[in-house]
């Protein structure tokens, strides 16, 4: 493991070298530039035009039919979220690493799965009984997922075919997921994002599957075993000590069917995505400022916005050339080169992420293709205050770190301090990795492949953005008692007597 302190002086050495590349063909225009400090009476004038020029709305869903939780479809998916029984070992739920007190996420850099010492504690101080953490990613925080149009998880192997062009089976539209060939849609998919991305933990080895069960069978084989378990029947049938989920379906899908209809993967997968999908929490200030409240933002929130709308080249830091539109992502895919911290992405989907410490090549993994070497999807900024740690890999525990290393990607890699993760946390590959993105991100400013451009701000304007990313809180997801149509209580049912009880490190037990 490496020391927790900043990388060596020889590796600093070589990442402002690969900087210097991207700095020696980059125009004045786009890197190195000093934003202009956004202030004056006018402020609010000012802001408004940017927010009309952007088209903002305030309200990322207006066009979206979202489920609210009230309705038996979520209400069911919310058990199932709770539930340890959709685990191989049933040591591990949907809940363990998404759950609403942590932001929707773990609050890890990145995540543990299976196998943790104590299953029911979740977030800080969480822990593998192999004391690494075994998850490759940070865990990405479901609020709001389903405001996702074109593609989910960080590497974005789950995408709309939509618009996506030629494939070798012509123009083709529907959801690409990992069960198929790059360019071709899953029948099994379902009807949105989210629905098919519940498909995809509960048979990954780190996540939730575990190493016990026969990891190398197909994912179909996997997911049907897993609905038998709920079900009480075929391959399934005794797994469950309490077994009572049948009465749930049939509240939802109706009664009279075969239970291997009833009790199904895909039925399953919907009610996952309902309860992910009703997760809507945009009030933010921000909104409120949108639709015409000046007092919704304070002074410095204010110039942040503005400096967050306004192009590098108008004097502002550009961040809206990424995280556009009112979800504040344009759900595309660029190389940040964040330190690359914890397993990482094995070739191998079967592999033991906790045996060694490995490099993520990001949408490669997905794509294939070289272009897409260490490029990550563009996260929304909803809740960011919420969501950390931030980046991929979570190597950024603080706003102002990823804020930062927006900002000089390399000069933020060669000041890099590791005692800001969890000690657990791996870190051996961190320097070569680093290196080998930058030069990617290098080599992606010369093709033009990338609006990513070094800016020099004042103390101040950080802080003056940070305020501007706060202000996209909506105060529901900081208040356990809003939160509380979103976990579970006594008056909901516990079909199989698996319900995760979480626990956090504050002693705090979730209802």
Not at 162 to 187: E, N
Not at 307 to 328: I, N
Not at 414 to 423: M, R
Request: hydrophobic fraction near 40%; proline fraction near 8%.
């Amino acid at each position: 493991m490496a020391p927790r302190t900043r990388l060596p002086a020889r590796w600093r050495r070589l990442l402002r070298a690969a900087a210097g590349v991207t700095l020696a063909t980059l125009a004045a225009a786009t890197c190195g530039c000093r934003a202009a400090a956004p202030n004056g009476p006018d402020l609010d004038a000012r802001l408004r035009a940017a927010i009309h020029a952007r088209t903002l709305t305030g309200d990322p869903h207006l066009d979206l039919d979202l489920p609210h939780i009230d309705e038996p479809l979520a209400q069911l998916g919310k058990k199932l979220f709770f539930t340890t029984a959709l685990s191989g070992d049933m040591d591990t739920a949907c809940v363990s690493c998404h759950h609403p007190l942590l932001g929707g996420g773990d609050g890890l850099s990145v995540s543990i799965g299976v196998g943790a010492v104590e299953p029911d504690l979740l977030g800080p101080g969480r822990s593998h009984v192999t004391g690494l953490p075994n998850v490759a990613r940070n865990a990405p925080s479901v609020f709001n997922v389903g405001l996702w149009r074109r593609a989910l998880f960080h590497d974005q192997r789950l995408h709309v075919l939509a618009g996506d062009g030629p494939t070798p089976a012509g123009d083709v539209t529907g959801i690409r997921t990992p069960d198929v060939l790059p360019g071709l849609p899953d029948p099994l998919a379902g009807p949105d994002l989210v629905a098919a991305q519940s498909r995809f933990p509960i048979v990954s080895p780190a996540e939730m599957l575990g190493y016990t069960y026969a990891a190398h069978r197909p994912h179909r084989l996997t997911r049907a075993y897993l609905a038998a378990r709920l079900g009480d029947y075929g391959p399934g049938r005794g797994q469950l000590q309490q077994p009572a989920w049948v009465r749930e379906f049939e509240r939802v899908f109706g009664a009279g069917q075969v239970v291997e209809a009833l009790v199904s993967e895909q039925n399953v997968a919907l009610a996952l995505g309902a309860y992910q999908r009703s997760q809507v929490f945009v009030a933010s200030p921000w909104r409120d400022y949108v639709k015409g409240d000046d007092a919704a933002l304070g002074e410095s929130a204010k110039r942040g916005a503005l400096l967050f709308l306004t192009t590098v080249a108008d004097g502002g830091a550009g961040c809206v050339a990424c995280h556009a539109g009112d979800a504040f992502t344009d759900e595309r895919a660029y190389v940040l080169a964040v330190p690359q911290v914890g397993p990482g992405r094995h070739d191998d989907p079967y592999a033991d992420p906790t045996a060694s410490v490995a490099d993520d090549l990001g949408c490669w993994h997905a794509t294939f293709r070289q272009e897409d070497r260490y490029a990550f999807r563009t996260p929304s900024l909803l809740n960011v205050e919420v969501t950390g740690p931030y980046g991929h890999s979570g190597a950024y525990t603080t706003l102002a770190g990823i804020v930062r290393h927006h900002l000089d990607a390399a000069a933020a890699l060669a000041a890099y301090d590791v005692s800001q993760l969890e000690p657990a946390v791996q870190t051996a590959r961190l320097a070569e990795s680093a290196e080998r993105a930058l030069a990617k991100l290098a080599e992606d400013r010369r093709r033009g492949r990338t609006p990513l451009a070094d800016v020099t701000l004042a103390d101040g304007q950080v802080r003056d953005l940070i305020a501007f990313l706060h202000a996209l809180t909506d105060p529901c997801v900081k208040d356990p008692a809003c939160l509380q149509p979103w976990l579970l209580g006594p008056e909901d049912a516990d079909p199989d007597g698996l319900r995760l009880a979480a626990r956090f490190a504050a002693g705090k037990v979730a209802p």
